[in-house]
């Protein structure tokens, strides 16, 4: 009878350690990738192209601002509408944005449509969006640039090219005061890398 204890014992133990790992290890990789998943869906589902009579259209705006209090930045677009529903979210179609950098850089960004909130400056490209430094091209499908932040999120078909070389991923954060890049894939696909020497 001791022996069938212990197996017993022995299997319910073997259960609970598998419990605390999948819990603490297995479930996070899980929700995490669930998560960035939903924003990607949740963030396209921001554009709408609504231009029915509740809506104003323009065509060759242009708005200037500051964000993170000293960075200057212009944004015009062929033609946008605003909805009288919320008069703070601009549907922009053939964006251009050009940011002014505390270190004299300038960035410019490219795209298809997108949206921009007047109150906080917020911007979302979306489609074929191109932008660059002088010094890298990035592409991708969408990027989000948040004003509060120092950070552009740049997701969906991603392909960085610069002089030291190329790369494919699926979402990449730039921290525009450190010039560093965080690059990362969704599930378990690898990072494509390309250096020329």
């Given at each position: 009878?001791?022996?069938?204890?212990?197996?017993?014992?022995?299997?319910?133990?073997?259960?609970?350690?598998?419990?605390?790992?999948?819990?603490?290890?297995?479930?996070?990789?899980?929700?995490?990738?669930?998560?960035?998943?939903?924003?990607?869906?949740?963030?396209?589902?921001?554009?709408?192209?609504?231009?029915?009579?509740?809506?104003?259209?323009?065509?060759?705006?242009?708005?200037?601002?500051?964000y993170?209090?000293?960075?200057r930045?212009?944004?015009?677009?062929?033609?946008?509408?605003?909805?009288?529903?919320d008069?703070?979210?601009?549907?922009?179609?053939?964006?251009?944005?050009?940011?002014?950098?505390?270190?004299?850089?300038?960035?410019?960004?490219?795209?298809?449509?997108?949206v921009?909130?007047?109150?906080?400056?917020?911007?979302?490209?979306?489609?074929?969006?191109?932008?660059?430094?002088?010094?890298s091209?990035?592409?991708?499908?969408?990027?989000?640039?948040l004003?509060?932040?120092?950070?552009?999120?740049?997701?969906?078909?991603?392909?960085?090219?610069?002089d030291?070389g190329?790369?494919?991923?699926?979402?990449?954060?730039?921290?525009?005061?450190?010039?560093?890049?965080?690059?990362?894939?969704?599930?378990?696909?690898?990072?494509?890398i390309?250096?020329?020497?």
């Amino acid at each position: 009878m001791t022996s069938n204890r212990k197996i017993v014992q022995f299997s319910l133990v073997s259960i609970g350690m598998l419990l605390i790992l999948a819990t603490y290890f297995l479930y996070p990789k899980i929700e995490k990738s669930r998560l960035e998943e939903d924003k990607i869906v949740k963030d396209e589902t921001i554009i709408i192209d609504n231009e029915d009579e509740s809506s104003n259209i323009f065509e060759a705006v242009e708005y200037k601002g500051i964000y993170k209090i000293d960075n200057r930045f212009t944004i015009t677009s062929d033609k946008a509408n605003i909805t009288t529903e919320d008069p703070d979210m601009v549907n922009m179609t053939n964006m251009r944005c050009v940011l002014y950098l505390n270190d004299g850089r300038t960035v410019e960004i490219l795209s298809d449509r997108g949206v921009y909130f007047k109150s906080t400056y917020d911007i979302y490209f979306r489609g074929n969006v191109r932008a660059t430094d002088g010094e890298s091209i990035l592409l991708s499908e969408n990027l989000d640039l948040l004003s509060n932040e120092d950070e552009v999120s740049v997701y969906k078909n991603v392909i960085l090219t610069n002089d030291k070389g190329s790369l494919h991923a699926d979402r990449i954060d730039f921290d525009l005061l450190t010039k560093k890049f965080h690059i990362s894939m969704l599930g378990d696909k690898k990072v494509k890398i390309k250096l020329i020497k």
